[in-house]
């Protein structure tokens, strides 16, 4: 018996490349081993011809497969920010971990208010932050958004470019995160004692975004 579930890892399917197209043959793969004591080992549903889609650019990455019937989408794909655990924890009053380089080449990581717009991921900052000068430099960063309060976790990784604008006043973006995490009294109260400051604006956009959710998509050394 084969089952469908939305999201596949392209490791289970048999894979060809064919002038620039990547060619996915969805036959019945063996046995997913059951890397939790609660999660059962599945088949990947049969299909019968292989279905092609273009990788999507840059990124090495292939958009979607067809998996029973439906199109998937993969890790890397922008397309996952439309997922609806993406989704949640875009929302959420989670903060995100902001990953970078610093001025010595060693990484840090800290954690920061964002604001989605739909295309960006926006965080206002202090205009002496030491980590403008370090985003300068070099503005590859990645970011996570993860919830842990509850099994399943559920986890938002992203990798992008940063950029950085220099404001007289707050970051509008900065203002809408407030409230999120604040709330509708305390967010716009702490926002007034920054009124009049300089502020950065750095917006990041997305290169490259994964999701798991410990039920469909796991860490890639579980399903190796």
Known sequence: ?????????????????????????????????????????????PVEKPVYYPATAGSGMVTAILCGGAAIVQQGSLELLHDPVAEKLLQSAIPARLAYTWMDGTPRVVPVWFHWTGEQFVIGSPARAPKLQALAADPRVALTIDDYTGWPYSVLMVRGTAEIEMLDDVVPEYALSAERYFGAEQGPAWVSTLRGKPMARIPITPIWVGILDFETRFPSALTA
């Open 1 to 45: 018996m084969h089952h469908s579930f939305p999201h596949c890892s392209e490791r289970f399917c048999r894979r060809r490349h064919v002038e620039g197209l990547v060619a996915y043959d969805l036959k019945p793969s063996p046995q997913i081993r059951n890397v939790f004591t609660n999660v059962q080992p599945f088949h990947l549903s």
